[in-house]
Nanobody, 125 residues
Framework: VQLVESGGGTVQAGESLTLSCRAPGVTLEAIDMGWFRQTPENECELVASLTTDGTIAYSDSTKGRFTISLNNAKNTVYLNMTILRPEDTAAYHC????????????????????WGRGTQVTVVS
């Protein structure tokens, strides 16, 4: 099973984008979810997470600008990104884990139960 992200694109700084993550064959309500991003320099960051008990967390760099949410009826997780900055430029991946892995963040599919190929977000100034 592979997760499927969509919604990436090229935007101007200050604009917004909403990413979607579908999970054919996986009930997202029953699994911990995370949005990761990998920069062109291959740095990996967990930008937002949502656990099965409803706990939500954000990285310091995205707190107050990004929002993670789950639509159970559509079995889709979203990442609403506002006030985008050039440093938000990255490939964004969603991940699903029965037990969320411990830090440091990993952008390797082998470290997650389910992983998506990613969607590119480019923010230009």
């Amino acid at each position: 099973v592979q997760l499927v992200e969509s919604g990436g694109g090229t935007v101007q700084a200050g604009e917004s984008l909403t990413l979607s993550c579908r999970a054919p064959g996986v009930t997202l309500e029953a699994i911990d979810m995370g949005w990761f991003r990998q920069t062109p320099e291959n740095e990996c960051e967990l930008v937002a997470s949502l656990t099965t008990d409803g706990t939500i967390a954000y990285s310091d760099s995205t707190k107050g600008r990004f929002t993670i949410s789950l639509n159970n009826a559509k079995n889709t997780v979203y990442l609403n990104m506002t006030i985008l900055r050039p440093e938000d430029t990255a490939a964004y991946h969603c991940a699903a884990d029965f037990d969320a892995p411990s830090p440091p963040a990993s952008c390797s599919s082998k470290d997650h139960d389910f992983w998506g190929r990613g969607t590119q977000v480019t923010v230009v100034s």
